[in-house]
């Protein structure tokens, strides 16, 4: 932690500057809404000593800027989060100062300077296992070639109404093989129509047409986010 006397000795910054926190989230953590997560990471900024910036006016806080927002029960090794600083604070001692309010399952991966905005993100990687009793290498090249061939209908739904879309047209990566009793499916969603597309839409429509899951007992899957990526496939920083 930070200590505070130390904190209040340095220097104000002539400007706050920003800082991209990238972390993960897995285990029990993937249970946490988007919103709990917010809290969480407030009360964890709070706990450390991190001179973070807070708006000015009549109720003064911290602004935290999250990518991606996750379905609850999906792991990510590749989540963001930007703050600002208003007094000097190295990234090493703000990875440290955080680091000490998390458990191994909200690890803080890297501290850095945002090379690139959110909005530049424009897709996003993606690995699911399917536990089946179906498994079987037959079964995983008949899943990545329907994912592959146009088309692959599914209803959307959106605030402006359902509606019928390729599912192919927002994979531009996909692979699937088999892995003991698992199909393991590794895809990357692109933004095909103007709008993203959640996984757990990809996952159902896959279960639904190759009747995956029939014993809910036996049967099921995870869903982990591995990368996120700009455009030409490039790195997000």
């Not at 989230?25 to 969480?40: A, E, F, P, V």
């Not at 179906?134 to 008949?142: G, T």
């Not at 839409?201 to 896959?206: Q, Y």
Request: with cysteine; net charge positive; aromatic share 10%.
């Amino acid at each position: 932690m930070l200590p505070t006397n130390e904190m209040k000795k340095r220097p104000l910054l002539e400007r706050p500057r920003a800082v991209r926190i990238k972390f993960t989230k897995t285990g029990s953590q993937r249970y946490i809404s988007h919103l709990d997560l917010q809290r969480t990471f407030t009360r964890a900024i709070i706990r450390s000593g991190i001179p973070v910036w807070y708006t000015k006016g009549f109720n003064p806080h911290s602004k935290l800027v999250f990518s991606s927002p996750l379905p609850i029960g999906c792991e990510s090794i590749c989540d963001y989060v930007d703050i600002k600083i208003d007094r000097e604070a190295s990234f090493e001692e703000i990875k440290s100062a955080l680091s000490a309010q998390f458990t191994d399952e909200m690890l803080i991966l890297d501290v850095y300077e945002p090379q690139a905005k959110f909005q530049d993100i424009v897709y996003i990687n993606y690995k699911a296992e399917i536990t089946t009793k179906k498994a079987s290498d037959e079964l995983a090249a008949k899943i990545e070639e329907a994912l592959k061939t146009s088309p692959f209908i599914i209803t959307k739904k959106s605030k402006s109404g359902d509606k019928e879309v390729d599912l192919t047209s927002f994979l531009p990566k996909v692979s699937a093989k088999k892995n003991g009793k698992k199909i393991v499916l590794e895809f990357t969603v692109g933004d095909g129509f103007g709008n993203t597309l959640s996984p757990e839409i990809i996952m159902r429509a896959v279960i639904s047409r190759f009747e995956l899951i029939e014993d809910e007992m036996y049967d099921y899957y995870s869903l982990l986010r591995t990368e996120i990526l700009a455009r030409n496939m490039r790195p997000f920083r």
